[in-house]
């Protein structure tokens, strides 16, 4: 265990968790909504801290991030313990659930990285809600740091400002999920609040990191042409270039839909290709939408068939066709 770096203890032996917008008010022997931080004798604490669920080498565009050293791979960790309840969780099993962990301390993770081969960039957390290893995290994501690794955030966005600005100056890009853009949406399927991710998202782009945006499309929940537009406006005006990935859902978990139809992503990804520079379709195979190409030349710039990825017509973050510059971080010339 370890003591929670944002909490407030209170009279009564209560304390106040400050980790997410949930604020979770936790008496003696109770767990916060997280399911992972306990009040024990008046002190808040990570049960999972170092309690690693699953790991991995992935591709980085698994994460996804697609306009981030495009082809390298990167060490992903997930842990137990989310601030959502979403009805469609993807990886139920570890967020919503206590799948088996073991013990990984952070100098343990580092190591694991380093020694993953050439084409390894660094550490991932991910998978489950990595903003509830909060105290995990930020200790690798230092000492990764240090070695000279990159750390990547895949997140619901769901923390509040103190905790995150303490983050930052360690992470290198995150990929954060816009589940939607319906306040109530937030609320009844996932247990929380849509104005909190937004504000993480601004402050992470502030900040200068690398920031790609995923909103998994759910059949006839969020889906249609209005909300998409509304999505994609809010972007534009954040920014143009911020990658936006949609993503194609399958039932699972609590929620038995059916699977959202080729046609709405595609329809998608016309709306948003209107403003934004790079739109992509995730969860699909075929068709449009997995490439990167020069958004003045149309050049391909990164052929990507599945995970299978080849950097093509890009030299450093410039289009070699035609020498327009592109949002693209590259570790090659």
């Known amino acids: 265990m370890k003591e929670v770096y944002y909490y407030e203890k209170l009279s009564e032996g209560k304390v106040r968790c400050g980790i997410c917008p949930h604020r979770c008010l936790v008496t003696e022997g109770k767990y916060g909504l997280c399911r992972v931080r306990k009040n024990s ?18 591709p980085i565009e698994k994460k996804p991030l697609y306009h981030f050293y495009p082809g390298s791979t990167i060490f992903s960790l997930g842990a137990l313990g989310c601030s959502f309840r979403c009805d469609f969780c993807q990886n139920w099993e570890i967020a919503q659930a206590d799948a088996p962990t073991v013990k990984l301390a952070p100098e343990q993770a580092v190591q694991l990285a380093l020694e993953a081969g050439r084409d390894c960039i660094g550490l991932a957390y991910t998978y489950s809600e990595p903003l509830m290893w909060y105290e995990y995290v930020l200790d690798t994501a230092r000492l990764a740091r240090e070695q000279g690794l990159k750390n990547v955030v895949v997140t619901n966005g769901y923390i509040n400002p103190e905790p995150l600005a303490a983050l930052l100056p360690y992470i290198d890009a995150l990929n954060i999920d816009v589940k939607a853009f319906q306040p109530q949406f937030y609320r009844r399927l996932c247990g929380g609040d849509l104005e909190p991710v937004l504000e993480t998202v601004k402050a992470c782009v502030e900040a200068g990191c690398h920031v790609e945006l995923t909103t998994l499309l759910v059949t006839g929940l969020n889906d249609s042409p209005e909300e998409i537009t509304q999505l994609v406006d809010w972007v534009a005006r954040l920014d143009p270039e911020i990658p936006l990935h949609f993503s194609r859902y399958f039932p699972r978990y609590k929620l038995d839909l059916p699977p959202t139809p080729p046609e709405s992503l595609e329809r998608a990804w016309e709306i948003a290709r209107e403003k934004l520079s790079y739109v992509y379709l995730g969860n699909i195979t075929g068709g449009k939408g997995s490439s990167t190409c020069c958004p003045q030349c149309g050049a391909v710039l990164v052929d990507r068939d599945g995970f299978r990825v080849q950097v093509r017509e890009l030299a450093g973050d410039r289009c070699a066709k035609c020498g327009t510059r592109v949002r693209i971080i590259n570790g090659r010339g």
Not at 41 to 58: E, K
Request: proline share 0%; charged share 10%; aromatic share 12%.
């Open 41 to 58: 004798g008046g002190t808040l604490f990570a049960l999972n801290y170092a309690r690693c669920a699953a790991s991995a080498l992935d």
